[in-house]
């Protein structure tokens, strides 16, 4: 059974950086994107960023382009997020998600995807 473990989330003022890692135990066949979703409190799950493991592309929400950065260690199947300049609107629980392609490109649909980490709480405060 794939398990994936996130970690590094805290809390820190606004403008601060963390960084997340999720490691998973195993990667099914196929399962080439891995990324984060993040859940604000009272809200539902919105993607944070994806990344294909296969060819390196990426995709970003809008909302953390150019502060967030996404990487992997393919050798430990392990991914990170590297958050920069985080702001009150950030706080939230962030999950480890891994799926296949759809077409050749990680889908932003959560109900996609079949693998999530049990999540790690990032609080940002102002």
């Known amino acids: 059974q794939v398990q994936l473990l996130e970690s590094g989330g805290g809390s820190v003022q606004a403008g601060g950086s963390l960084r997340l890692s999720c490691a998973a135990s195993?990667?099914?066949?196929?399962?080439?994107?891995m990324g984060w979703f993040r859940q604000p409190p009272g809200k539902g799950r919105w993607d944070v960023a994806l990344l294909d493991i296969s060819n390196g592309g990426t995709h970003y929400a809008e909302a953390v382009k150019d502060r967030f950065t996404i990487s992997q260690d393919n050798a430990k199947n392990t991914v990170y997020l590297q958050m920069n300049n985080l702001k009150p609107d950030d706080t939230g629980m962030y999950y480890c998600?891994?799926?296949?392609?759809?077409?050749?490109?990680?889908?932003?649909?959560?109900?996609?995807?079949?693998?999530w980490g049990r999540g790690t709480q990032v609080t940002v405060s102002p």
């Open positions: 998600v891994t799926g296949r392609p759809i077409a050749g490109t990680c889908t932003v649909v959560v109900g996609w995807y079949q693998h």
């Open positions: 195993e990667l099914p066949d196929g399962s080439d994107c």
